[in-house]
C-alpha cells in the first residue's frame, strides 16, 4: 500500500543552524501539507501546497520557513535559522484532493523529529 | 477560531469492553471530520473520514458519528483489544477554502489484557 516517507527520522542540529526535512508524498496525489506537533501539544498546521505554490500558511510560517517541490517526488520543508522553540517532531501528508466543494482522506508520514540544542 | 475538544485526556478499560470516545468542535462550518490513530513516537493512521453531508462511517469495529449542527462527534470502539492502545485523535476541515486540519488533543486509550 503506497505510504507517505519522511526523512531523516531524527534530525540533532545547534540552535541558528538551517536544516530541511524531506517528504515523498503519495505518487499520485495533489495536494501536500506540513504539521508539526510539539511534545504534548496538539498537531499544527503549518502550510499547504498544491500546483507548486502555497495555498495557505499558518502564523507559525514565518519567513524562517520555506517549503518545495524540488522534482516529481520530493517535498521539503526548510527551516533557516533554528530556535530552540522549533524543536517538534514534523508531519508531511498528502491527499488526493482538496478544497472548495470536496476534500478527502489525508495521509500522514511517520514524521522527523527535530531536535534543536 | 475552530477550537476542537477531546473528552476524556486518557481512558483506561479492561479488553473486551465497548467504548466511546468524544470529540466537539466549535465551529460547525466543516467540509469534513477525521479520526486518527497515533502510537507512540509514530506518525498518524488515519481511521475514519466523515465528510460534512455523512451522518456516520464504519470499519471494522470502529463507528465514527458526525453531528454537525451541534458540534460533536463521536468514535465507537467495539470489542476492544489491547493493541487498541493507542492515542485517538479528532481532526476538523473548516470551510472557507482552507484545506488544513484542525486537531484535538487526543485521547489517550489503554486497553488492559
Known amino acids: 500500500e503506497p505510504e507517505v516517507t519522511q526523512t531523516p527520522s531524527h534530525q540533532v542540529t545547534q540552535m541558528g543552524q538551517e536544516v530541511i526535512l524531506r517528504c515523498v508524498p503519495i505518487s499520485n496525489h495533489l495536494y501536500f501539507y506540513w504539521y508539526r506537533q510539539i511534545l504534548g501539544q496538539k498537531v499544527e498546521f503549518l502550510v499547504s501546497?498544491?500546483?507548486?505554490?502555497?495555498?495557505?500558511k499558518s502564523e507559525i510560517f514565518d519567513d524562517q520557513f520555506s517549503v518545495e517541490r524540488p522534482d516529481g517526488s520530493n517535498f521539503t520543508l526548510k527551516i533557516r535559522s533554528t530556535k530552540l522553540e522549533d524543536s517538534a517532531m514534523y508531519f508531511c501528508?498528502?491527499?488526493?484532493?482538496?478544497?472548495?466543494?470536496?476534500?478527502?482522506?489525508?495521509?500522514f508520514g511517520p514524521g522527523t523529529r527535530l531536535t534543536v540544542l | 477560531k475552530q477550537e476542537v475538544t477531546q473528552i476524556p485526556a486518557a481512558l483506561s478499560v479492561p479488553e473486551g469492553e465497548n467504548l466511546v470516545l468524544n470529540c466537539s468542535f466549535t465551529d460547525s462550518a466543516i467540509y469534513n471530520l477525521q479520526w486518527f490513530r497515533q502510537d507512540p513516537g509514530k506518525g498518524l493512521t488515519s481511521l475514519l473520514l466523515?465528510?460534512?453531508?455523512?451522518r456516520e462511517q464504519t470499519s471494522g469495529r470502529l463507528n465514527a458519528s458526525l453531528d454537525k449542527s451541534s458540534g460533536r462527534s463521536t468514535l465507537y470502539i467495539a470489542a476492544s483489544q489491547p493493541g487498541d492502545s493507542a492515542t485517538y485523535l479528532c481532526a476538523v476541515t473548516p470551510r472557507g477554502g482552507s484545506e488544513k486540519l484542525v486537531f484535538g488533543k487526543g485521547t489517550k486509550l489503554t486497553v488492559n489484557p
Open positions: 466523515i465528510q460534512s453531508s455523512q
Open positions: 501528508a498528502s491527499s488526493r484532493i482538496a478544497g472548495l466543494w470536496l476534500t478527502d482522506t489525508q495521509y
Open positions: 501546497f498544491y500546483n507548486n505554490e502555497i495555498s495557505e
